[in-house]
T-cell receptor, first 115, second 109 residues
Framework: EAQVTQNPRYLITVTGKKLTVTCSQN?????MSWYRQDPGLGLRQIYY???????DKGDVPEGYKVSRKEKRNFPLILESPSPNQTSLYFC??????????????FGSGTRLTVV | KNEVEQSPQNLTAQEGEFITINCSYS?????LHWLQQHPGGGIVSLFM?????KKHGRLIATINIQEKHSSLHITASHPRDSAVYIC???????????WGAGTKLIIKP
């Protein structure tokens, strides 16, 4: 089954403790992206990647890191989480993000709470 | 600044009604995306279009490039259509997807 797998689904952590949210897709998609969703603010892009070893900042990259060493994986790293990073996070992938015949596939989301 | 506006913000209707959700964007785009987010939080891609009209079951999406406007229609609405519907505009220039705030739809039986 074609899918984007995100882990974990839920995570409660403490301020400053490094964490990684994993994202993996099995569709050979070149484009992958991370978003956070907050009440009243909608979805905002954190980082995206057009291909292996090619990543770029989205709207809200501060406090996050990503890597794209392999095509299928695009982990989101919080080196020193803070409470303002408490949010619902989504990973998404696409074969061609701007083409009308190719949609996006989303992961199931990670609800992160930083206390 | 690239912006995407959706209306209405909230919509409650009776089962069987024809539903329209609107999306406007400020500058030229490469493609317009409609997504559905269920109460559990999962997001599903419904349509991506850059011109004309697309139909899938009871859902129809249209886009008018000149007017910078897109609509999502649901025919014969059903309570299972209750969800948040989000439009997002894709800009090739910076590979960015600009999201609307979403429309929360409730269909009452």
């Amino acid at each position: 089954e074609a899918q984007v797998t995100q882990n974990p689904r839920y995570l409660i952590t403490v301020t400053g403790k490094k964490l990684t949210v994993t994202c993996s897709q099995n569709m050979n998609h070149e484009y992958m992206s991370w978003y956070r969703q907050d009440p009243g603010l909608g979805l905002r892009q954190i980082y995206y990647s057009m291909n292996v070893e090619v990543t770029d900042k989205g709207d809200v990259p501060e406090g996050y890191k990503v890597s794209r060493k392999e095509k299928r994986n695009f982990p989101l790293i919080l080196e020193s989480p803070s409470p303002n990073q408490t949010s619902l996070y989504f990973c998404a992938s696409s074969l061609n993000p701007g083409h009308q015949y190719y949609g996006y596939t989303f992961g199931s989301g990670t609800r992160l709470t930083v206390v | 600044k690239n912006e995407v506006e959706q209306s209405p913000q909230n919509l409650t209707a009776q089962e069987g009604e024809f539903i329209t959700i609107n999306c406007s964007y400020s500058v030229g785009i490469s493609a317009l995306h409609w997504l559905q987010q269920h109460p559990g939080g999962g997001i599903v891609s419904l349509f991506m279009l850059s011109s004309g009209k697309k139909k899938h079951g009871r859902l129809i999406a249209t886009i008018n490039i000149q007017e910078k406007h897109s609509s999502l229609h649901i025919t014969a609405s059903h309570p299972r259509d209750s969800a948040v519907y989000i439009c997002a505009a894709y800009y090739n220039s910076n590979y960015q997807l600009i999201w609307g705030a979403g429309t929360k739809l409730i269909i009452k039986p």
